[in-house]
Structure formats: structure tokens, C-alpha cells
């Protein structure tokens, strides 16, 4: 592969992962993969395919205990498959590049474009819509993990082609697209990974005494504005707008993500049950384990979780769930407590770079911080998405360039 069609091959990786298809961004990094291949790793990379395939592995012996049938278990495979697939086609492009900031400035350039293309569609539609919180995520889009990746490069990596073009004013004014994109996707989940990842990158979460400093007033701050979530009332407005709906929905995130409701699988008014779902789903993943005793391996691929009644998602009734909101859940349900440790293992491993001393390429981009920032993402994105198996997920492709760039001169 030239350095042309490596930077293609990139963006196209990229862009796959935008479209928040499963089976492009599949095909996409297997094409790419396939294109790219070489035989030799590096050790941190050998060890996340490891745990990876292990993940897999453990999965794998749900074939024993079908449920469902080949096609869901192959779906299934698929599913855990393409991160690892997308980790090693990022991985040995970016070591085809000849400059190692390409593979960041890909990102941004991305995330540049993408940002006006969400800014311009909004901007043809605004005036012709009723400013509702729903509405407008339904219509404009309700999340862009390229876009923030693409502002978290922007804010920590120094050394970036795009910084040094001479068209300034065209620069800044991408930079200021892109956060004003980003803030209009009104993405909880997106807003507090983009914050932790910085705070992870400049050093603040590591576990000294600079780390408890910031623990702590990252602690004050979310106290204070808990405690004014807490006593703001979004009912009390006569015509509550946008932001008053997000405000709404940051206040019920706690209870949305972590507390079930208990529900009458019989009864037809299901609206209290909505703005549970999340945890609702994932206490059923809880439930249905412990009553088949399949704590240490789960149901494997293939299994579903059976919500009780019939409800309407993609267009379709289905009463037996393949995924699960929460990536915790989701893999408790397919590999059980060894799947949940391989995946804590992962993460940890991850963030053990931040107490590893930069060897190579210092003062530009310390790529220790950034895996462990990484596992921050990682981690919270876990919490309330499936994790690194959700589609438009930037985890496995920034370990795969990262772990690239560690070992670009050696």
C-alpha cells in the first residue's frame, strides 16, 4: 500500500465508524486489514489481541448451547470480531505512514468535515422545526464519536500538520464548527468521556498527589452541580426548550443508567417503564443469569434476554434482546464473569500506561497518557453504551494507531 491509499484507507476506517453501520465498518477494516497485513506485532498490541481473542474465545462455547440459532450466533461473532478487526487494520496502516501525525490529522480533518456537514444541516432545517429536545437530536443526530475524538486530538496533540497551514483564520474557525458540532449533539455520554479523556491526558487522573488535587475538585464541581440538579424542577417551566430538556435528562441520568423499575409485563401503559430502559434491560441481563447459573462463562453467542413482552425497536416487534444497552451487561450476558475480567483486564491494562515513562518521541505526543485515556473512554462508555461492540465507538481504532505510533522507529 502507498501512502496514499494508506491515508484513504484510514479515512475510510474512520468514515465507517461514522455511519454507525456494523456490517461497513466490518467489511471496511477487513478490506483494509486484508490489504495491510504483517505478521509482526508489537507487545502491547500482542496483548490486547490476546485478550481480545480470549473475549472471543469464551463467547465461542456458546456454540455448544445454541439458543437461538447459527444466525444469531454468527451475529454475535461478528459483533465481538470487528473491534479486533478494526484494531488491527488501523494498526498496520498507520505503520505504513511515513509521518506519524497523519494518522492524527486524519482524525481532525474528519471531524472538521463532518462538523460542517452537521452545522449546515441544521442550519437549512432550524426555522422549519419546533425547538424540542427529541426532535432535534432525532433529526440532527444524537451523537459523533469522530467529532470528539477529533476535538480531544485538537486540545492535547501539539504536533499537527493542520495546526501549521497558513490559512489561520481558516483553521480557528474549523476548531470553533467543531465545538459548537460537538455541543449540539447534547450528548451526556459524549461530554463526560471528552472531559475525562483530557483530564486523563494532561495527568490528572493518575493516582498521586496532583491526581486526588483534581479528584477533588472534579468531586466539588459534580456535588455542586448535582445539588442543583437536584433542586431544579423542569416541570415548573411553562414551555421548556432544549436546553431545559437536557438539563432534564442530565438530572435522570443516574436513575435512567442504575436503577430498574419493577414492571407488570401485563400492564399496557408502558411510559414509566422508557425513561428506565437502560437499567431495566440490565437488571433483566442480572436476573436471567443467575436464575440459568451461567455466572462464569454467560449464555454465550447466540443468547438473547427475554424482556417479557413485545416492544417496538428499529420498526419491529421483538420480545428477546440480542444486545443491551450497558457493555457491562452485554458481556456478562455472553461471557460471563471471566468475559467481565478479561475486559477489566483490558482496561486496566490500558491505564497502567500512565505509570510507564515515555521512551520515545517525548514532548510532542506522550502516548502513555493517551492510551490511558483511552481506558477512560473505554470504561465510561461501558457504563451506558455496549462499549467498544457499539458501531460508531473510536476505542479500538485510536488502541490500534496509538500502539502503531509507540513503535514507529524501532
Known amino acids: 500500500m502507498g501512502q496514499r491509499l494508506t491515508k484513504i484507507s484510514l479515512a475510510l476506517i474512520v468514515l465507517s465508524l461514522w455511519s454507525e453501520s456494523l456490517?461497513?465498518?466490518?467489511?471496511?477494516?477487513?478490506?483494509v486489514l486484508l490489504l495491510s497485513f504483517r505478521a509482526k506485532l508489537s507487545r502491547g498490541m500482542f496483548s490486547m489481541v490476546i485478550f481480545m481473542l480470549l473475549l472471543i474465545?469464551?463467547?465461542?462455547?456458546?456454540?455448544f448451547k445454541l439458543q437461538s440459532g447459527a444466525y444469531d450466533f454468527i451475529k454475535d461473532l461478528i459483533y465481538f470480531l470487528r473491534p479486533l478487526t478494526v484494531m488491527l487494520a488501523t494498526y498496520f496502516c498507520v505503520r505504513k505512514l511515513d509521518r506519524k501525525a497523519d494518522f492524527f490529522n486524519i482524525i481532525v480533518l474528519c471531524g472538521f468535515g463532518l462538523a460542517l456537514i452537521h452545522l449546515l444541516h441544521i442550519g437549512s432545517q432550524i426555522l422549519f422545526i419546533k425547538p424540542s429536545l427529541d426532535k432535534f437530536r432525532g433529526l440532527f443526530?444524537?451523537?459523533?464519536?469522530?467529532?470528539?475524538?477529533?476535538?480531544?486530538?485538537?486540545?492535547?496533540?501539539?504536533?499537527?500538520?493542520?495546526?501549521?497551514?497558513?490559512?489561520?483564520?481558516?483553521?480557528?474557525?474549523?476548531?470553533?464548527?467543531?465545538?459548537?458540532?460537538?455541543?449540539?449533539?447534547?450528548?451526556?455520554?459524549?461530554?463526560?468521556?471528552?472531559?475525562?479523556?483530557?483530564?486523563?491526558?494532561?495527568?490528572?487522573?493518575?493516582?498521586?498527589?496532583?491526581?486526588?488535587?483534581?479528584?477533588?475538585?472534579?468531586?466539588?464541581?459534580s456535588g455542586a452541580f448535582v445539588l442543583f440538579?437536584?433542586?431544579?424542577?423542569?416541570?415548573?417551566?411553562?414551555?421548556?426548550?432544549?436546553?431545559?430538556?437536557?438539563?432534564?435528562?442530565?438530572?435522570?441520568?443516574?436513575?435512567?443508567?442504575?436503577?430498574?423499575?419493577?414492571?407488570?409485563?401485563?400492564?399496557?401503559?408502558?411510559?414509566?417503564?422508557?425513561?428506565?430502559?437502560r437499567a431495566f434491560e440490565a437488571n433483566l441481563v442480572l436476573t436471567q443469569v443467575d436464575?440459568?447459573?451461567?455466572?462464569?462463562?454467560?449464555?454465550?453467542?447466540?443468547?438473547?434476554?427475554?424482556?417479557?413482552?413485545?416492544?417496538?425497536?428499529?420498526?419491529?416487534?421483538?420480545?428477546?434482546?440480542?444486545?443491551?444497552?450497558?457493555?457491562?451487561?452485554?458481556?456478562?450476558?455472553?461471557?460471563?464473569?471471566?468475559?467481565?475480567?478479561?475486559y477489566l483486564i483490558i482496561i486496566g491494562t490500558l491505564y497502567r500506561y500512565y505509570y510507564k515513562e515515555e521512551e520515545e518521541h517525548?514532548?510532542?505526543?506522550?502516548?502513555?497518557?493517551?492510551?490511558?485515556?483511552i481506558a477512560f473512554y473505554m470504561f465510561t462508555a461501558s457504563m451506558v453504551v455496549t462499549g467498544i461492540f457499539k458501531p460508531y465507538e473510536m476505542v479500538t481504532f485510536l488502541i490500534g494507531g496509538v500502539f502503531a505510533l509507540k513503535q514507529f522507529d524501532r
Open 57 to 63: 474465545s469464551i463467547g465461542m462455547m456458546g456454540i
Open 23 to 31: 456490517e461497513i465498518s466490518f467489511m471496511v477494516a477487513a478490506i
Open 291 to 342: 436464575k440459568e447459573r451461567k455466572w462464569i462463562l454467560g449464555k454465550g453467542f447466540g443468547s438473547t434476554v427475554d424482556v417479557g413482552f413485545e416492544i417496538k425497536l428499529d420498526g419491529e416487534d421483538i420480545q428477546y434482546l440480542p444486545t443491551v444497552h450497558n457493555g457491562m451487561s452485554y458481556v456478562y450476558m455472553k461471557t460471563g464473569l471471566l468475559g467481565i475480567l478479561v
Open 141 to 221: 443526530g444524537r451523537l459523533n464519536h469522530v467529532e470528539m475524538i477529533a476535538l480531544f486530538v485538537v486540545m492535547c496533540v501539539k504536533d499537527l500538520p493542520v495546526k501549521k497551514t497558513r490559512f489561520k483564520a481558516v483553521y480557528q474557525f474549523l476548531v470553533v464548527c467543531l465545538i459548537v458540532s460537538f455541543l449540539l449533539y447534547f450528548s451526556r455520554t459524549m461530554m463526560m468521556v471528552f472531559v475525562l479523556m483530557v483530564l486523563a491526558y494532561f495527568g490528572y487522573l493518575k493516582l498521586n498527589a496532583r491526581g486526588a488535587m483534581a479528584f477533588g475538585i472534579l468531586f466539588i464541581l
Open 229 to 277: 440538579l437536584a433542586n431544579y424542577d423542569p416541570s415548573k417551566e411553562r414551555d421548556p426548550g432544549i436546553t431545559t430538556r437536557f438539563l432534564e435528562k442530565m438530572k435522570n441520568s443516574y436513575t435512567e443508567a442504575f436503577e430498574p423499575i419493577e414492571f407488570d409485563p401485563y400492564k399496557q401503559d408502558r411510559r414509566e417503564l422508557w425513561p428506565r430502559w
Open 362 to 373: 517525548p514532548g510532542t505526543v506522550n502516548y502513555n497518557r493517551m492510551l490511558t485515556a
